[in-house]
């Protein structure tokens, strides 16, 4: 079983949960930009969460499916066809082997994500398949896909199989399932979001008018973006002249850091372990999908909530995407 | 010898939240060797006595970063996962001038290094700066003993403390495009090697053979926080040679 890759997209990479484990070996997380899109297209095809994917960034790639499948294909709508017919997001769907998948015009959102039913086999590398680039490790051979790539795919298990009967009947080269994720889980990514964050470390050393300008003010994504880090361009966040000099500290995904330059940065899955710069926020984990999917050149704002808060939108999240894991797991097709 | 003398200085480390998944113990704001064998001690009892939902955890200079998953902590009293992580915490933390600080005790990694030429072509710019000859800026160089503080910046990248004063130099005016891994450079007053090929400002004294970041192995960085560290000057011919990996 396996995915033939012909044009390969602009920036298309395997990810899975990433490398949690290996931060004080300098070794970033990783893992999808979005990773509650990710955990969505998984869930659907019946895969266990973090199972490998492909993560597609704007410009899809075109892939031919070498046996029947079944798939899933969630976050961006970057205007998915099967051979020519539009392939429905948020849901699983077989397809029969011969059938090509490709994708056209970004309609909405930056990166989507495409699971199948077992999984990419691509070998792990420190416990995790996904794509490292800085690194040149995980995924195919540390890169990006490329025009003639083959991706191999783990057999799914027996109930995917009986499932993929379903595919040989005559209303193909697809079959959509009849379920799909909650739309509060999957909604359609918005043109400019307002993503919800806390307060950071160093938020008390910019200056009031800073600190005002960061809340209501937009920021714009620049072309310097790419999975390490979202380059925001916008009002000139400084601290104030009495701040203290800084030493190197953890940061995390969602973590607003500022340089010098009063141009934040917003870091993202490959984001570096630690940072000298100051932490002016923390986006929360709910909204890192609402991040991940403004492309270069869209738009953003930041609201500020408390931590409690943040906290307890995670807590609810995460009782949403363990539900549907379950229900998918006793779902018949 | 453990120096648990001066453990209570630094304690108790002041406590805040980095985002829903993570805690910073913060040890004060300057860097030193005394901090760093803290840092190491209290990591160590931390790994030692996990709580349920512990992730992982991120020296730096000054800091301890608690990594956990909000879903595992236990939230029986109704708080939140931060208050319930920061009370476990300041709850192991208390327990802590008992157990001492934990230094490395065994000898120290040594970094072969093959000082100037091709390997090392801002070696004169160095000298020139420091008012020292080559030979007496690799001896300086060499001669020291260096801490590991942490790993960060990219995979396997160690920042050390040590450099003698006399040799710190600052940045080049424009960063190189391409850095080799294995470089050893100068920055302003501090010294490090590069684990990986990237873009790079630092004066490059020098190469190692050894790989710093090596993904196939367990461990995958050479280097950890709290090793002591020298390196070891060694001929372009012993570096040609040098064993693939230890």
Known sequence: ???????????????????????????????????????VANALVGNAPGTAALEITLLGPTIRFSTDHLLALTGADLSATLNGQPLPLNRAVAVRAGTELSFGRPKAGCRAYLAVAGGLAVPTVLGSRGTYLAAGIGGLAGRALRADDVLPVAAPGAVRQRQLLLARSPQLPRVAASWFADPALTPRPEVAPLLR????????????????????????????????????????????????????????????????GGQPIVLLADHQTTGGYPRLALVAATDWSRLAQVPPGGVLRFQEISLPEAQQLYMEQEQQLRQLERAVALRPM | MPDSSRLP??????????????????????????????????????????????????PAFTTLTVFYDPWQVCTAGGGSPFEAVAAHLRNQLAQLPAIGASRETGPAVE???????????????????????????????????????????????????????ELATPRRASPRPQVPAGAVGIAGAQTGIYSL??????????????????????????????????????????????????
């Not at chain 2, 480390?13 to 980095?18: C, D, G, H, I, N």
Request: proline letters at 10%; glycine letters at 10%.
């Open chain 1, 1 to 39: 079983m396996s995915l033939h890759i012909g044009r390969p997209g602009l920036l298309t990479t395997i990810q899975d949960a990433g490398r949690p484990g290996y931060r004080q070996a300098g070794v970033s997380v990783g893992g999808p930009v979005d990773p509650r899109a990710l955990r």
């Open chain 1, 197 to 260: 964050a806390v307060p950071g470390p160093e938020y008390g050393q910019f200056t009031a008018a800073s600190q005002r300008a960061f809340w209501a003010e937009e920021f714009r994504v620049t072309p310097a973006s790419n999975r390490m880090g979202s380059r925001l361009a916008g009002p000139a966040l400084l601290r104030s002249a009495y701040a203290p000099e800084l030493l190197s500290a953890a940061v995390t995904f969602g973590t607003v850091q500022v340089p010098p």
């Open chain 2, 9 to 58: 200085a630094a304690l108790p480390p002041r406590l805040y939240p980095l985002g829903e998944t993570a805690v910073v113990l913060e040890f004060g704001a300057v860097i030193s060797e005394a901090t760093n064998a803290t840092i190491q001690a209290v990591a160590k009892y931390l790994l030692a006595h996990p709580f349920e939902g512990l992730v992982e955890l991120v």
């Open chain 2, 111 to 165: 970094i072969p290094v093959c000082y100037g030429g091709e390997f090392g072509p801002d070696l004169a710019m160095v000298a020139r700066h420091c008012g020292l000859s080559e030979a007496d800026v690799v001896a300086r160089h060499a001669g020291a003993e260096y801490q590991v503080h942490f790993i960060g910046f990219a995979p396997g990248f160690p920042y050390l403390g040590g450099l003698p004063t």
């Open chain 2, 197 to 246: 090929p990237t873009p790079g400002g630092w004066q490059l004294i020098g190469r190692t053979p050894e790989r710093l970041f090596r993904p196939e192995a367990a461990n995958p960085s050479l280097l950890r926080a709290g090793q002591q560290l020298r390196f070891m000057p060694i001929t372009a011919e012993q570096f040609r040679h040098w064993p693939a990996a230890r």
